[in-house]
């Protein structure tokens, strides 16, 4: 055993003396023309520049040079996204107009109401001057004595302008259907359509909120699959120079240097469409949230600590808060108004009754619609939370493990130059050369973990705004 610990540490001494030596004939083999070089950077315009980072010439040429020409930069947190959206946005716009023509429809509703109810008060004043005044008159004992005739003259003239006002306002009096509603109905549908709206505000703000919030980590997971595409495609440039290095000096078959470089070439493709996907993901945000689009943007992630869901406690928050549930419950409200309007001065049987009568039983079966739907969708939320939040803790330090596995692939390759040579074999040392296909395979698992990681990242900060939604909370 110990011999073969000897013969093995001899066999590495030879193997790097070999390399040593042959240094000197891969700087030679890498200036020589006509030895069949590929030179990456000819070929395909990237190169390692003195930092051991990708200098991309095609793609600054393609891509850099079109990307914020202004120069400026926005730094945002989630809540400032929130906050442009709410002053820019044409939707909350237009919502603001529909809250200002139902507050004018109210206040006319209001102000027919009033006049209703003041010409039934005026009335009723009226009528109990009137029984006053013919009490009076009743009292004069002959409307001929020379001494009563003025009272009397008085009187009648006095009933008689009672009489003519009160006949004016007939068709004022809430005696009927049609007034009460006027008077008591249709300023109560106005002022519930009022707050119906604003309520549509509400909703249209949460809806704008949460497409917001989407965009915004849309923004980030994409800028993070950019970065992660942009460090596989480095390790791509680098594995294909060693491979081409390799090669050039007889160490290795063209066919290995023309999968490291094709690999290369992968990335780098892989790379501008991460890009192209990182800028339309920030073009969707700044116009959701009305920014100039030739603006940088610099997103802080979002941190939401203070979230400790309790489903029964949530539950019953949303069902009180949620304005799905808050606009059925007004509507009911107007729809039992409008049937005992329509109680008091119809009777069963009439159309306006029996409509009335079913306006309330649809009224109710929305607001139960509403309840069952706010309970599945919380109930949902609470799942999908608890789910990526499982996940995201699963894969905790697995990008690290990746990237260890990757680097050992790397350096085994380097170390041993992926040789599957003769003398290795006959030294008992082939485990000590990694392979081409390895460090690719290695290199590619890293990126699809990385990429994994930064989804379930996503869909966790997602479904925590989306479950703060489903409570009625908001962000």
Not at 356 to 370: F, H, S, W, Y
Not at 405 to 425: D, T, V
Request: hydrophobic letters at 35%; glycine letters at 6%.
């Amino acid at each position: 055993m110990a011999y073969q610990n000897r013969r093995r540490k001899t066999a590495i001494i030879l193997l790097v003396i070999l390399l040593c030596g042959l240094t000197a004939g891969i700087s030679m083999a890498g200036q020589d023309n006509n030895s069949g070089n590929y030179n990456l950077s000819a070929f395909s315009g990237f190169a390692l520049n003195g930092t051991g980072n990708v200098k991309d010439t095609v793609y600054d040429r393609a891509y850099g040079t079109t990307a914020n020409k202004s120069g400026k930069v926005r730094k945002l947190t989630l809540q400032e996204a929130v906050n442009l959206a709410m002053e820019n946005h044409p939707e909350i716009k237009a919502i603001s107009q529909d809250v200002l023509m139902r507050e004018q429809d109210f206040e006319k509703a209001h102000y027919y109401a009033d006049k209703i109810k003041d010409a039934e008060d005026k009335a009723e004043y009226g009528e109990d001057m009137l029984r006053l005044l013919r009490e009076q008159l009743a009292l004069i004992p002959d409307p001929n004595d020379p001494a009563y005739k003025p009272t009397y003259d008085y009187l009648t003239a006095q009933i008689a302008e009672i009489e003519a006002a009160l006949k004016e306002a007939e068709p004022y009096r809430i005696d009927n259907y049609e007034n009460a509603k006027i008077a008591y109905l249709y300023e109560k549908q106005a002022e519930t359509g009022l707050k119906i709206t604003k309520l549509a505000e509400k909703v249209v703000r949460q809806k704008i909120s949460l497409l917001v919030s989407k965009q915004y980590f849309d923004a980030i997971k994409y800028r993070k699959i950019e970065e992660v595409k942009k460090l596989a495609y480095e390790r791509a440039v680098r594995q294909a120079e060693a491979a081409q290095q390799s090669y050039e000096v007889g160490f290795r078959p063209k066919d290995d240097f023309l999968l490291a470089r094709a690999q290369a070439e992968l990335m780098k493709a892989d790379y501008q469409k991460a890009s192209m996907e990182a800028e339309n993901a920030e073009t969707e945000l700044k116009a959701t949230i009305g920014i100039d689009q030739t603006v940088k943007l610099e997103l802080a992630e979002w941190k939401e600590d203070s979230l400790r869901p309790d489903l029964e406690r949530d539950l019953k928050q949303g069902l009180e808060k949620r304005l799905e549930i808050q606009k059925a419950a007004g509507e009911l409200e107007v729809a039992k108004l409008g049937f005992e309007i329509a109680q008091k001065y119809l009777g069963p049987g009439t159309v306006d009754y029996e409509q009335a009568k079913i306006g309330v039983a649809k009224a109710e079966i929305e607001l139960n619609r509403q309840k069952t739907t706010v309970e599945k969708e919380i109930r949902e939320a609470y799942q999908n939370l608890r789910s990526t939040s499982l996940m995201k803790e699963s894969v905790t330090g697995t990008v690290e493990k990746a990237r260890e596995s990757a680097s050992i692939a790397e350096y085994r390759y380097r170390e041993g130059y992926g040789i599957p040579s003769p003398i290795l074999k006959a030294l008992n040392a082939e485990d000590l050369a990694g392979t081409t296909v390895e460090v690719l395979a290695a290199e590619e698992k890293l990126l699809d973990i990385e990429e994994k990681v930064i989804e379930i990242n996503y869909s966790y900060n997602l479904a925590k705004a989306n479950y703060l939604f489903s409570i009625g909370e908001g962000l």
